[in-house]
Nanobody
Framework: VQLVESGGGLVRAGDSLRLSCAAS????????MGWFRQVPGTEREFVAL??WRDGSTIYGYSAKVRSIISRDGLQMNSLKPEDTAVYYC?????????????????????WGQGAQVTVSS
């Protein structure tokens, strides 16, 4: 599976931004797509995930209410300066029990190249 991200950039606080993640290759093996973000010097943080099978979703604390995840991207609204980070999409081809099993980054097998999102105040 190959993942290509697009849509990052520089926006102002309060703006919206959509990140896209195009999956190709053996997509029939995907169980879940997740989004993570990372600020230099810190650990990667879970943002949201979506079940490839039925579209069920889970959001991390930072993304609740302000974000919408789909199988092809992440819509982020009401952005804040603290949302500034590199955003990564990833997919898991592992069949795990329960959608919450996919919250950790260790279960993801393929990663996008990352997209820089910078939010100015």
């Amino acid at each position: 599976v190959q993942l290509v991200e697009s849509g990052g950039g520089l926006v102002r606080a309060g703006d919206s931004l959509r990140l896209s993640c195009a999956a190709s290759g053996r997509t029939e093996n995907i169980y879940t797509m997740g989004w993570f973000r990372q600020v230099p010097g810190t650990e990667r943080e879970f943002v949201a995930l979506v079940s490839w099978r039925d579209g069920s979703t889970i959001y991390g604390y930072s993304a609740k209410v302000r974000s919408i995840i789909s199988r092809d991207g992440l819509q982020m609204n009401s952005l804040k300066p603290e949302d500034t980070a590199v955003y990564y999409c990833a997919v898991s081809t592992r069949h795990l029990r329960g959608l919450h099993s996919y919250v950790g980054e260790a279960v993801y097998d393929y990663w996008g190249q990352g997209a820089q999102v910078t939010v100015s105040s």
